[in-house]
């Protein structure tokens, strides 16, 4: 079945400094999406990829679907700690969603 | 209500015994998503429906796990002879369903089952 992997499973960062989370799925994906969980939280959608190498900004949130689709990156400049929390993507196929192992990244004052 | 509702928020049970957790979706929602997140993992799909009907539920681990939505709304999902490596955050999504365009799932707060 399909898998999909993400690294780093954790990131800790300096306030300021920038991170980077990458997901590669085992078979091609018809699109991408990319959650946002909050410590405590659930799932929370931040954005959907359709298109082969395509490239989506929210802010100082930077989103990328590879050429061949089976593979997405999250980039976000100048952390804050509002970003604290776990990134994770998620592959489509047909309905279904398959979530990445996430990252969880935390943030240091 | 404004968003996806699940209850109860937590259940406590022993092993063996049987629960149900019940998903109340967005108004509207067609499709409907069952998952369930262990500690430290993502959140892992179990059963999705469209409307009344279960379009896959390929991701149930094994018989003791059943859902429903007989009215295409509320969903429940069902537990039988429950075991402790049943313990984890259930997590229910809904979303609407529009042919090449965006199909977010908006999750509920989910409902954390420990099997003592």
């Known amino acids: 079945g399909q898998q999909v992997m993400q690294i780093p499973q954790y990131q800790h960062v300096q306030e300021g400094e920038d991170f980077t989370t990458y997901c590669n799925s085992s078979?091609?994906?018809?699109?991408i999406q990319w959650y946002k969980q909050r410590p405590g939280g659930h799932p929370v959608f931040l954005i959907q990829?359709?298109?082969?190498?395509e490239v989506k900004k929210q802010k100082r949130l930077t989103f990328q679907f590879g050429e061949a689709k089976k593979n997405s990156s999250l980039h976000i400049t100048a952390t804050q700690t509002t970003d604290v929390g776990t990134y994770f993507c998620?592959?489509?196929?047909?309905?279904?969603?398959?979530f990445g192992t996430g990252t969880r990244l935390t943030i240091i004052p | 209500g404004a968003g996806v509702s699940q209850t109860p928020s937590n259940k406590v049970t022993e092993k063996g015994k049987y629960v149900e957790l019940r998903c109340d979706p967005i108004?509207?929602?067609?499709?409907l998503y069952w998952y369930r997140q262990s500690l430290g993992q993502g959140p892992e799909f179990l059963i999705y429906?469209?409307?009344?009907?279960?379009?896959?539920d390929s991701g149930l681990p094994n018989d003791r796990f059943f859902a429903v939505r007989p009215e295409g709304s509320v969903s429940t999902l069902k537990i039988q002879r429950t075991e402790r490596g049943d313990s984890a955050v259930y997590l229910c999504?809904?979303?609407?369903?529009?042919?090449?365009?965006?199909?977010?799932?908006?999750f509920g707060p989910g409902t954390r089952l420990t099997v003592l």
């Open positions: 990829l359709v298109k082969s190498g």
């Open positions: 078979t091609t994906l018809s699109n």
């Open positions: 108004s509207g929602h067609t499709a």
């Open positions: 998620a592959g489509r196929g047909n309905e279904k969603l398959t």
């Open positions: 429906f469209q409307g009344t009907g279960a379009a896959d």
């Open positions: 999504a809904s979303s609407l369903i529009v042919a090449g365009g965006l199909n977010e799932q908006f």
